[in-house]
């Protein structure tokens, strides 16, 4: 009903019966966005959203109120009512008009404007204005072609474009566009194999009797692009291991691989507890994963014992793959060095293991690794990694600030060094960008707002090294007296906090919202020798 | 999609009522826009849309005003998906 042809129809009879989180979204606009807002219920519920819409007056000049708190802000735009600009040139306009409104608000800017061509969207996001986003809008209007306009539809909703048009950015805003901005990002895609990555079963119809529909075939296209994006993916499936080894080396034709998958449970065990093994493999919460499977028993206990995200897999597996599309968090705005380095890394991890274990101390374990660690001052080009990293990290994150783009921008006009980026690399790969430090100077104390590293390098002992590095960076040439840290606690951050109670010798209750430590002591901790660390301003 | 008149008929108050979100009218009175507050330019505007969707016809722009009760909306339903 919400993801086959657009229909309102079907979409006034879509009553969520769940709870919704709710989100204020204020729209800046120039035409009619009714047709659009009003449609996006059904789309944001079934993501578990309420959007609250401020819309504003039409206002070709964009002079932006924000006066009320919004979590978000549109800007909605016909850009061929605007040609009295073509002067001065509309995008360079744009620009002057999305750093205007950058400067009064912190909070992410969505950028709806059509017509817009490639070129121009382009020069709209090499402008760099921090968390700020342009939706690719003419790829929905080339793929509803002339129905994108309707000449009827301005006499009542005050906007050109057609009814399927808006139904169209109603979806994509609520499921893809929005939650990309607002909510964390998945980070795996747990898949059954029967019934959902072909027709048959395995057991009774053996490996070359399985069929790969022309639907199957998107599905696992589809599912292997989202593998090479950084996506990772894992298989949970009842059938026997040998079977499942043997259907991937036998089918040449199937667009995925048994090595795509970086975590793979064939047993006979029930799927829940197969999806939390799967979850700790992945060093992942298990709201992080969405699972896909044909038999909506699976689904229900899965869903009912884990806070996973479940999609049916139906008889149409291409629309599957558009479902799984639009399951909030799966669109991303923009894919990093570091998403694409996940499945690698964490292959890497296992490597590791193996080797700590045939160590004879932390040290020879990491010298062995040829750990380097640099750290970043003043990381302009990483903000989008680093509002990620904010974002995503549950178990290493002390405050639980969750920054966003724009705040850490902000931070870096104060001072560069107030925000220091952890880049990690050993010999068995290149993890990336994988930690953040972020402070601010108060009298004679440095505050540590922002304290995350990513759970793709926890393990290898090399929290200390990182903080300590990056707070006698952080101070500079003046010394502070005393680093607070901020500290809050969350479902899932004992980690960090525990870490923060041995590394400050100083308790940590649940309460507890900051921990001093003296300065000299930070300066005093020994940074291991077997770690190469390179500060780089 | 088709139907007898009546059907036709049902359909539409359904939707609209629906859309409005809001309680069909006691026994014995008709369901008009100008008795429903909620029935505002907004609302009319998704409730058009929406007819053409469930019956899978385009309204003339001229028929928007018309389009005012559930009897006149099965009218105009009709018209379209007359052969």
Not at chain 1, 100 to 113: D, E, G, Y
Not at chain 1, 171 to 190: F, G, Q, Y
Not at chain 1, 481 to 501: C, I, M, Q, S, Y
Request: hydrophobic residues 45%.
């Amino acid at each position: 009903m919400l993801f086959g042809a657009p229909n309102r129809a079907d979409l006034a009879a879509c009553v969520p019966a769940w709870p919704l989180r709710a989100l204020r979204v204020r729209v800046h606009r120039n035409h009619g966005f009714e047709a659009v807002s009003s449609a996006t219920r059904a789309y944001a519920a079934w993501n578990g959203l309420d959007f609250e819409w401020l819309i504003g007056g039409y206002d070709d000049s964009l002079s932006f109120d924000v006066a009320s708190d919004a979590d978000i802000e549109i800007v909605w735009l016909d850009t061929t009512r605007l040609q009295g600009l073509a002067e001065v040139g509309i995008v360079d306009w744009l620009i002057g008009r999305l750093r205007a409104l950058r400067s009064q608000t912190v909070r992410p800017i969505l950028v709806l404007a059509w017509p817009l061509s490639d070129s121009d969207r382009t020069r709209l996001d090499e402008a760099m204005i921090p968390d700020t986003h342009v939706a690719a809008v003419s790829t929905l209007a080339a793929a509803l072609g002339e129905r994108w306009i309707d000449a009827r539809a301005a006499a009542l909703s005050g906007t050109r474009l057609g009814n399927h048009a808006c139904l169209m950015i109603a979806r994509e805003l609520a499921c893809c566009w929005v939650p990309a901005l607002t909510l964390p990002p998945r980070k795996a895609i747990a898949v059954d194999l029967d019934g959902t990555l072909y027709a048959g079963t395995l057991g009774e119809d053996g490996p070359t009797g399985v069929e790969l529909t022309q639907g199957h075939r998107a599905l696992q296209h589809r599912l292997a692009r989202f593998r090479d994006e950084g996506m990772l993916l894992a298989l949970v499936s009842r059938n026997e291991r040998d079977d499942v080894e043997e259907l991937f080396a036998r089918r040449d034709d199937f667009p995925l691989r048994l090595s795509d998958f970086s975590a793979i449970e064939v047993s006979w065990n029930d799927k829940p507890a197969a999806i939390g093994r799967v979850a700790s493999a992945l060093r992942i919460g298990c709201d992080s994963i969405v699972f896909v499977d044909d038999n909506p028993g699976e689904l229900a206990d899965a869903g009912a014992s884990l806070p996973v995200i479940t999609v049916h897999a139906g008889y149409d597996a291409a629309q599957t793959a558009s479902v799984l599309e639009h399951v909030a968090g799966v669109f991303r705005w923009r894919r990093s060095a570091e998403d694409r380095l996940r499945a690698d890394d964490l292959r890497a991890s296992h490597v590791r293991a193996q080797i700590e274990q045939a160590a004879s101390s932390p040290d020879d374990y990491l010298r062995s690794l040829q750990v380097q660690l640099d750290l970043l001052v003043g990381p302009r080009q990483q903000l989008a990694r680093l509002a990620e990293l904010s974002a995503k990290t549950n178990q290493f994150n002390l405050s639980l600030g969750r920054m966003s783009e724009a705040e850490i921008a902000r931070r870096l006009v104060v001072a560069p060094s107030n925000v220091v980026a952890i880049r990690l690399t050993d010999r068995l790969s290149d993890s990336g960008i994988v930690g953040m430090v972020v402070g601010s100077r108060v009298g004679n104390a440095l505050h540590i707002d922002e304290l995350c590293v990513s759970c793709r390098a926890l393990g290898r002992r090399l929290e200390d090294s990182m903080v300590t590095k990056a707070v006698v960076v952080m101070a500079g040439q003046l010394a502070p007296e005393t680093v607070v840290f901020a500290v809050r606690k969350g479902p899932r951050n004992a980690p960090a906090r525990d870490w923060l109670v041995r590394y400050a010798g100083a308790p940590v209750d649940d309460e507890t919202e900051s921990v001093e430590v003296p300065f000299d002591a930070v300066c005093a901790r020994t940074l291991s020798s077997a770690i190469r660390i390179e500060v780089m301003q | 999609m088709s139907g007898t008149p009546s059907e036709i008929e049902a359909q539409a108050r359904e939707l609209v009522l629906r859309i409005l979100g809001v309680p069909a009218p006691s026994q014995g009175r008709a369901l008009l826009r100008g008795d429903v507050p909620e029935w505002d330019s907004l609302k009319h505007m998704e409730i058009v849309f929406a007819l053409e969707d469930r019956f899978g016809i385009q309204f003339d722009e001229s028929e928007f005003p018309t389009l005012d009760t559930p009897v006149a909306i099965a009218a105009a339903v009709r018209r379209h998906l007359a052969p």
